[in-house]
């Protein structure tokens, strides 16, 4: 597979929306370049790569959707852009309550915090199918865990695609777990630091006293841009996705670059509300 | 010490809290079929099974609920900013937000069954009647355990983020852990409860739900019953593991190495969950085998 | 076996949905702006009107895009709306620099731009090859932005930034209680938004959701778009005796009762007209008589 294929079709991405997306993804660091303090570019581009984290992130996540609710297909049954997103939360929770740790320990926080979140989620989700429903975990897509080594074949219930989330499925689900909880803080992290920055000035108030403001902004701001490329990854996954050892993995190329553009613009507009 | 011991303290509160709200979540979702599973009431009639199930389709759980915490929370923000007592701020704005929820419920119902004219689903008003309050009083007990916590960590445990965007985060992470535990135990085991257990649904029998059961014939409010004795205990125990382990992690350990002490708590408990997990799922390959013949899993 | 999202052919042109929408929503605004021109605040409750403006907009956008089948469901269609909505919102509220009446038309603007790019990524680079899709994610930015603007008026009573910002808080000082400024008592500090954000989100995406089917009419969709909207006034109307005037919160409060109320029984007569039989207390009626 390649990652810029032909025009059109299933897999590869097309060029000109390609050409489009990256004029504009430079274009929006341009302004910002020249409109906003010198810091904010470097701002702009960790929220760039806050949002490809995410976008990276999700597709590791199994999610089963619909089947999986009745143990036809493996993974949790949830939306894929709802249950990253609860990862990813609960994550920027834990990232922002670090926030004046210092940067790096906040970004881990975060990280820790949604994949300890998926860790849970992944565990009670398996401790239901094997203790409340009698049903061991195997995968449709591949005979073999790829980690463990376990044999699938015998273990799938006739005319099912798989249950459960076999531990290819859970090591995926706690790294996309940890990835979107990254993502996510490290995009309110930047902004955070932006307002911080820049409204005292605005707001003639004290630095102290717009604190209250500035979190309330990035932490909309975050919540927004994590939905947003959320959702573009899950348009992405088209549903349904097993983890890592998916053939369906193979297409978080095109998730990244566009939730990158997509977070380059978000955060142009983010950094615009100040620099004006 | 004192600030760790009411650190300790809050946390166990907030960790209980979020227990029962993950017990709550999980038990009203089934008892007005939310999310996933419900995707099967929507079909049965398409199959030919005419139903008198609450086709409740809202949303996935994860974004209803942020909404209704999210309501719950901002109103409750909005009475304390005017100076009403906190609990009774928590409370009314948590009634309020399940009263949105029960208008939600009710024109989903509608919405939904109306549509379904062409395979002849009747809509029965019955239903509407009976199980809309029921639903409704679990949600009031996840909404208001769910803002309660929010409170406690702001007032007590100093976060920085304001009510209504707590009501979000925590919102949604409640939907997604009460989803995910808790669906495939009502969407496997109550709704399709005569197939044999110990096995996935064969795709041949999807929309081929059970409509006549122990007490007559099976309306949601029946499903709370069964649900409620493993489905909802696990996702409380999920959503409570979750934010008890969040803020324990962190209370605890914080102030060590300047933070990052709390880090490396996090990544030894996310590796013993790892050793747990792998456990459970080589004890059930041990315990229960392969599947040997060939034997259709429908009766 | 999957369900199948299917919805009514023919019916209102998408276009007059358009142009009807866009057009009171931003007129809607400019009244509720009213309030600054006045020195009152009953006008708030027009920015609730603006929003249920959008939302009846924005859900004949959803039906249009989501019939052709996005392999996700419907609400994270409502999803994107709002995240871009916000977004461009928040900087919308800001062109105050150069006059406060650019503010509403300035949001359609930015959000277009957001929306449409936001398209292009999702059509070309993640491969969606839905031919409606650039204009249907810009139509819905813009119906997130003016939702979020719409309601935002109705709770503080402004939608200039300056203004969203400003709160007072009864501090204890020395023993008496003095109103003094706070910023972790505005609309901003508290973020109200998110409230308001999910409220939206979830109005925008339901009527769809809710009415799908085979027999889904548009009249039946329209009407609990209504209702959803006005019942989304309702908590923003208690949220907003916080900010403005009690007598205009009551106002903006009575407004969003009634106009719930009459909507929600408008949908349930139309929904007793599609359906297939109405029954109460009666059992299973199986296929083919029994």
């Not at chain 1, 990232?95 to 949604?114: M, N, Q, R, Y």
């Not at chain 2, 719950?72 to 009314?92: E, Q, S, Y």
């Not at chain 3, 006005?230 to 009634?258: D, E, K, N, Q």
């Amino acid at each position: 597979m390649s990652a810029l294929g032909g025009g059109g079709g299933g897999e590869g991405m097309d060029p000109v929306g390609l050409g489009i997306g990256l004029v504009v993804a430079l274009l929006s660091v341009v302004i910002v370049y020249i409109l906003a303090p010198t810091t904010a570019v470097f701002a702009l581009i960790g929220v760039i790569i806050g949002g490809a984290l995410i976008g990276f992130g999700i597709h590791f996540v199994p999610v089963g959707g619909a089947p999986a609710a009745m143990g036809q297909s493996p993974g949790i049954a949830t939306g894929v852009a709802m249950l990253a997103t609860g990862a990813g939360l609960a994550g920027l929770f834990g990232g922002a309550w670090a926030a004046e740790l210092g940067f790096g320990v906040a970004l881990a926080g975060g990280a820790i915090g949604g994949g300890l979140m998926m860790a849970i989620t992944c565990l009670m989700v398996n401790v239901v199918y094997v203790y409340g429903m009698g049903i061991p975990a195997a995968s449709g897509k591949v005979d073999k865990d790829p980690i463990t080594g376990d044999t699938f074949p015998a273990y799938k219930s006739q005319g099912t695609e798989g249950h459960g989330l076999p531990f290819i499925s859970y090591v995926g689900g706690v790294i996309g777990g940890m990835f979107g909880g990254l993502g996510g803080t490290l995009i309110y992290l930047e902004l955070l630091e932006v307002y911080k920055e820049t409204l005292p000035q605005i707001l003639s108030a004290g630095a102290e006293d717009v604190i209250p403001i500035a979190v309330g902004l990035a932490g909309i701001f975050a919540v927004g841009m994590f939905l947003v490329n959320a959702v573009l990854s899950a348009y992405n996954i088209t549903g349904t996705i097993e983890g890592p050892h998916d053939p369906k993995f193979r297409r978080f190329p095109r998730a990244v670059i566009a939730c990158a553009i997509a977070s380059a613009v978000c955060g142009m507009v983010a950094i615009m509300l100040v620099a004006m | 010490m004192e600030s760790l011991l009411v650190g300790i303290g809050i946390t166990a509160i907030a960790g209980s809290l979020a227990a029962v709200a993950g017990a709550a979540e999980d038990t009203e979702s089934d008892i007005g079929s939310q999310g996933d599973p419900n995707s099967q009431v929507q079909l049965a009639p398409q199959m030919g099974y005419i139903n008198r199930i609450y086709n409740k389709a809202i949303s996935g759980e994860p974004p209803a609920y942020a909404l209704w915490c999210a309501m719950g929370a901002g109103i409750a923000w909005a009475l304390m900013a005017i100076n009403i007592n906190a609990i009774l701020a928590i409370v009314i704005g948590s009634a309020l937000a399940v009263f949105v929820q029960g208008i939600y419920c009710t024109t989903a119902y509608l919405g939904r069954v109306s549509s379904l004219a062409k395979f002849e689903q009747p809509v029965y008003i019955d239903i509407i009647k009976s199980v809309t309050t029921v639903t409704m009083a679990h949600a009031f007990v996840a909404i208001f355990t769910c803002v309660a916590m929010c409170h406690l960590m702001i007032v007590a445990l100093g976060h920085p983020f304001p009510l209504p965007l707590l009501g979000i985060v925590w919102g949604l992470a409640l939907g997604a852990a009460g989803s995910a535990t808790g669906n495939p135990y009502y969407g496997k085991e109550r709704q399709y409860q005569k197939y044999k257990f110990g096995a996935g649904l064969p795709i041949s029998a999807s929309g081929d739900i059970v409509r006549y059961a122990e007490a007559g014939q099976r309306s949601s409010l029946d499903n709370g019953w069964f649900t409620s004795k493993l489905a909802g205990p696990a996702s409380g125990i999920c959503f409570g593991l979750i934010v008890f382990l969040e803020l324990w992690r962190t209370v605890l350990f914080e102030s060590i190495a300047g933070g990052w002490g709390a880090v490396i708590a996090g990544v030894v408990l996310i590796l013993i969950f790892m050793v747990i997990d792998r456990y459970v799922e080589s004890w059930a390959r041990n315990t229960y085998g392969p599947y040997t013949s060939t034997e259709e899993a429908s009766s | 076996m999957t369900v199948e999202i299917s919805a009514s052919e023919g019916g209102i042109p998408h276009n007059n949905f358009l142009g009807i929408g866009l057009v009171g929503s931003v007129v809607c605004l400019y009244l509720a702006y009213l309030n600054v021109f006045t020195g009152m605040d009953v006008f708030s409750v027009f920015g609730g009107i603006a929003a249920v403006f959008a939302l009846w907009w924005g859900t004949d956008t959803i039906k249009n895009l989501c019939s052709y089948g996005l392999g996700t469901g419907v609400p994270s269609a409502g999803m994107l709306a709002f995240g871009s909505g916000v977004i461009a919102m928040l900087l919308a509220t800001r062109l105050e620099i150069i006059s406060p009446l650019v503010i509403p038309v300035g949001a359609v603007v930015i959000a277009a731009i957001l929306g449409a790019i936001i398209g292009i990524v999702a059509d070309k680079i993640v491969n969606m090859h839905i031919p409606v899709m650039v204009k249907a994610l810009t139509e819905m930015a813009i119906v997130g932005a003016l939702t979020l603007l719409g309601l935002t008026a109705m709770a503080s009573g402004s939608f200039v930034f300056s203004e969203l910002v400003a709160g007072t808080a009864l501090i204890n000082v020395g023993g008496t209680m003095i109103e003094l400024p706070s910023f972790a008592a505005s609309a901003l500090g508290g973020c109200v938004l998110a409230t308001l954000f999910m409220l939206g989100a979830i109005a925008l995406q339901h009527p769809f959701n809710a009415c799908l089917g085979p027999n889904e009419s548009q009249d039946r969709t329209q009407m609990l778009a209504l209702e959803c909207g006005f019942l989304s006034m309702i908590p923003v109307a208690v949220i907003s005796f916080v900010f403005i005037s009690s007598g205009a919160a009551l106002i903006g409060f009575l407004v969003s009762v009634i106009g719930w109320a009459y909507t929600y029984m408008e949908f349930i007569k139309l929904s007793k007209r599609d359906a297939y039989m109405w029954l109460d207390g009666k059992p299973i009626l199986e296929k083919g008589g029994e």
